[in-house]
């Protein structure tokens, strides 16, 4: 028997005439996480939207625990926990009373919730604020709690399938490591997870698998260690610069005195990838430039996720010096 908690093939959905997902394919097995990565407006959301029976593809086929979702979107949906992307509505309760509503609403005994609105309060560090009650206007409770809260409630009993769209929003350093290690456990004890995030770098460290969507298709897909690009050996410059900087890129209009594989601009960051023979070169060109107040700081190091997510997503600039003012429309 397959082991694929969830199946979408070839799943298109139009609004009008944007085409929000195009011919979209994936799988989610037991037991593994599998991150959903794109830029705002790539079609994350339509797709988790269509999963749990909200919008109707116009065409391909969704399965979830084996069953139909399109056909039998009911019976599909007792399959999957979903958090979504929009604060739970929870003014007036406590997050003691969300998770054990949530609890209880998922089939577990009255003492069995009651545990596990604990023993989650516990694992996520919000036991201080376990019985504090939030109120309307975001008062009460912060949205970090919250979002702590509502993902907690998607969590409380095992389901076999997991969607947490965007759960880290709102969420500290601390904490957002908390609901990582969360994850990963819940998939470890035999749920699939299907993750959307926009925090490449942090979900790089829990995921088996990413699917990687640009403009409604799937871009790319495969483990980091794949999307990261095969050789491991290649380094990346990071230049950070001044808020005032006229020419992003290539400061004075001079080229990079160095063989560059890869150039990636988000906002204010340049991301160089070179070869490690280049790195002297590198580090020497980039402390001048630090030197002489060009750029606000330099990093090198090794190829990351986020590197090769962004030369999926973001605009490509193989042709520096860069227009002055010019930047790239991607997000991290
Ligand atoms: N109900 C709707 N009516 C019209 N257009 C929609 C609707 N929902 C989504 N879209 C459009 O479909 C496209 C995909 O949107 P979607 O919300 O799925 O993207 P996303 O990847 O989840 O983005 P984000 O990261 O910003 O949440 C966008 O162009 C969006 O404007």
């Known amino acids: 028997m397959s082991d694929d908690v969830l199946r979408v093939d070839g799943v298109t959905r139009r609004f009008g005439s944007v085409v929000a997902n195009d011919g ?52 599909a949906r007792r399959y999957v926990a979903l958090q979504p992307q929009s604060q739970a509505p929870i003014d007036g309760l406590t997050p ?15 003492r069995a919730a009651r545990a596990a ?40 009993a095992p389901t076999p399938l997991v969607i947490l769209d965007e759960p880290t929003n709102d969420i500290d350093a601390s904490r957002r490591r908390l609901l990582w290690q969360a994850v990963r456990a819940r998939a470890d004890a035999g749920s699939g997870v299907l993750l959307v995030t926009h925090n490449v ?25 794949r999307l990261r690009g095969a050789t491991g050996t290649d380094l990346r410059l990071e230049l950070q610069f ?23 601009r988000v906002g204010r960051r ?30 090198v190091g090794p190829v990351t996720l986020e590197d090769a997510y962004l030369s999926l997503t973001a605009v490509e600039d193989d042709t520096v010096p860069a227009p002055a003012g010019t930047e790239a429309a991607a997000h991290v």
Do not use: C
């Open 24 to 75: 979209v394919s994936l799988r989610v097995r037991s037991g593994t996480v599998v991150g959903l990565l794109g830029h705002n407006g790539a079609g994350k959301t339509t797709l988790v939207s269509q999963v749990v029976g909200l919008l109707r593809p116009d065409d391909g086929s969704i399965r979830v625990g084996g069953i139909d979702a399109v056909a039998e979107p009911a019976t």
């Open 96 to 110: 003691r009373s969300a998770i054990e509503m949530a609890g209880r609403l998922r089939g577990l005994s009255t």
């Open 117 to 156: 609105a604990e023993s989650l309060a516990e694992e996520l560090d919000i036991t201080e604020w376990i019985d504090r009650r939030a109120l309307p206007e975001n008062r009460g409770l912060s949205g970090g709690i919250r979002r702590l809260t509502a993902f907690a409630m998607a969590i409380v």
């Open 201 to 225: 770098a942090e979900a790089e460290r829990i995921v088996d698998d990413l699917i990687v969507l640009n403009h409604g298709r799937v871009a790319a897909t495969g483990s980091p260690a």
């Open 242 to 264: 001044p808020p005032d900087a006229a020419d992003v890129g290539a400061p004075d209009g001079a080229r990079v005195p160095f063989a560059v594989r890869r150039t990636v």
């Open 270 to 299: 340049v991301l160089h990838t070179i070869g490690t023979e280049e790195a002297a070169a590198a580090v020497t060109w980039a402390a001048a430039l630090r030197e002489r107040g060009r750029v606000d700081g330099y990093a």
